[in-house]
């Protein structure tokens, strides 16, 4: 099943506290063109995650767009559930991200320290913090298959300590999902039914797309970028010797990566765990 969308787009999400994020960066790569470019928001010098769900509200107009969040969709779901069973009456993901939300809904810029605070004793936030981490599984079934098949190596979603933690990242994120999972025109995938929507959104693992065109780490410098561009078909970028930065260089990677694997039957309907936790725990796209 492939869907002949018009225009791709990239996001590097984040999980900080303020409003404007700078490591929250979104890039474009319509169908036709050689390279993505960075988008950059109208009011301000960086997005807020307000920002992009906005903008992604926006894309519906005459276009048929996939849009792939570097994020977690879902946590892990045990036998018990989510968090041990602690989060009674949430049997799918969708039904998580409205528990995240109304357990976080008065932290402001869309966080999600409302939640951390009620389920605390999941969640790593020093040295040691949490009663319960440990118990049940670590990984997502996705997770784990991405590990066997590319070696790339995930954080717990219950460490929130540093800055390569994505606790918050995944949770700030589900806060957006159920938001936009109530826009007619939008799909989440594999959660919702994509085959009329007009946009499409899928989670993504940024390291993943950069290891496929076989680089390994942050991508650092202008010729890394260029070269992971160049095997998603994206020869020219910028000027020589020009660098946006880590987290916009995933953004541009992301967004290139989508345009290829969206054209492959096998990254919508993968093989192994997929069916089994398509809708408890969703699935990297990508991830074949």
């Known amino acids: 099943m492939t869907i002949p969308f018009t225009h791709f787009i990239g996001i590097d999400w984040s999980g900080a506290k303020s409003r404007n994020l700078r490591g929250l960066q979104v890039a474009r790569l319509d169908a036709g063109s050689n390279a993505p470019t960075l988008v950059v928001p109208e009011e301000s010098r960086h997005w807020s995650r307000a920002g992009v769900a906005d903008y992604i509200r ?122 936009l999972a109530r826009e007619p025109d939008i799909a989440i995938w594999p959660f919702q039914d994509i085959r009329s929507a007009r946009i499409v959104i899928v989670e993504l693992y940024a390291a993943l797309f950069a290891a496929i065109a076989g680089h390994r780490g942050k991508v650092r410098t202008p010729d890394q970028l260029a070269a992971i561009l160049a095997h998603w078909g994206c020869p020219h970028i910028g000027s020589k010797g020009d660098f946006p930065g880590d987290d916009a260089a995933d953004a541009l990677i992301m967004a290139a990566g989508l345009r290829v694997l969206s054209m492959q039957d096998r990254y919508w309907q993968p093989g192994g765990e997929y069916s089994k936790v398509r809708q408890t725990e969703g699935w990297i796209f990508g991830v074949g």
């Open 58 to 179: 926006s894309c519906t107009a005459g276009a048929c767009t996939l849009i792939g969040i570097d994020s977690s969709f879902s946590l892990p779901f045990g036998a018990s559930g989510y968090l041990g069973g602690d989060l009674a009456g949430c049997a799918d993901a969708p039904a998580l991200w409205a528990a995240v939300d109304r357990h976080a809904q008065t932290t402001p810029h869309l966080g999600c320290d409302g939640f951390v605070e009620a389920f605390a004793d999941w969640f790593h936030m020093s040295a040691y913090k949490g009663a319960h981490v440990g118990e049940g599984p670590k990984y997502r079934a996705t997770e784990q298959a991405c590990v066997q098949a590319h070696g790339l190596r995930p954080e717990v979603y219950y460490k929130l300590i540093g800055p390569s933690q994505v606790g918050r990242t995944a949770l700030t994120t589900m806060r957006v999902l159920h938001s």
